[in-house]
Antibody, heavy 121, light 109 residues
Framework: QVQLQESGPGLVKPSETLSLTCTVSGGSVSSGNHYWSWIRQPPGKGLEWIAYLYYSGSTTYNPSLKSRVTISVDTSKSQFSLKLSSVTTADTAVYYC?????????????WGQGTTVTVSS | SVLTQPPSVSAAPGQRVTISCSGS????????VSWYQQLPGAAPKLLIY???KRPSEIPDRFSGSKSGTSATLGITGLQTGDEADYYCGTWDSSLSAVVFGGGTKLTVL
């Protein structure tokens, strides 16, 4: 059974870059049948989609975040990563990674437990 | 949010409840809808994809439908364990982004 686990610093200073990694276990990030995604949830608020990634490196970003976001994949480690630059307090959120079967039309069927990132000096 | 959901709904155990999700032609009107359940302190869980399909582990108490630019999640035989936040989501062709509703808090009285 596929499991996803987010990891990275829980505290980031304003104007710095937030970096998170999602490790895929029980399956492969190189699966041609899936995309991989990042989603975030500010405290007490709803879900916000950040980006999609295919194992080939193909990416799709939320236009509202595109100028600050980079996602990448490391197939040798079965990991994919998120970098969000120039963070502000508005970027404080729980960050989730998730799997998207290519037959599910943008629906995320497996989620990581989430990691809380606080932006504060 | 691009998709509009009622902030809260409530019903008694054993009863049926529906949660609506309203959008536009650029999102729900021309794309498939998914639904997620988020229990307190947990990650979201996929309940419905492609408007009305259930992952194998989701009981048939949960159902989804779509008509025009609106979608509906139905839950029958309500249990106290169903108390959670529920989110709809879809692709928005105009925004070129996945969009979610603001979430609906279900209370089982």
């Amino acid at each position: 059974q596929v499991q996803l686990q987010e990891s990275g610093p829980g505290l980031v200073k304003p104007s710095e870059t937030l970096s998170l990694t999602c490790t895929v276990s029980g399956g492969s990030v190189s699966s041609g049948n899936h995309y991989w995604s990042w989603i975030r949830q500010p405290p007490g608020k709803g879900l916000e989609w950040i980006a999609y990634l295919y194992y080939s490196g193909s990416t799709t970003y939320n236009p509202s975040l595109k100028s600050r976001v980079t996602i990448s994949v490391d197939t040798s480690k079965s990991q994919f990563s998120l970098k969000l630059s120039s963070v502000t307090t508005a970027d404080t959120a729980v960050y989730y990674c998730a799997r998207v079967p290519d037959s599910y039309y943008y629906a995320m069927d497996v989620w990581g437990q989430g990691t809380t990132v606080t932006v504060s000096s | 949010s691009v998709l509009t959901q009622p902030p809260s709904v409530s019903a008694a155990p054993g009863q049926r409840v529906t949660i609506s999700c309203s959008g536009s032609r650029s999102n729900i009107g021309n794309n498939y809808v998914s639904w997620y359940q988020q229990l307190p302190g947990a990650a979201p869980k996929l309940l419905i994809y492609d408007n009305n399909k259930r992952p194998s582990e989701i009981p048939d108490r949960f159902s989804g439908s779509k008509s025009g630019t609106s979608a509906t999640l139905g839950i029958t035989g309500l249990q106290t364990g169903d108390e959670a936040d529920y989110y709809c989501g879809t692709w928005d062709s105009s925004l070129s982004a996945v969009v979610f509703g603001g979430g609906t808090k279900l209370t089982v009285l």
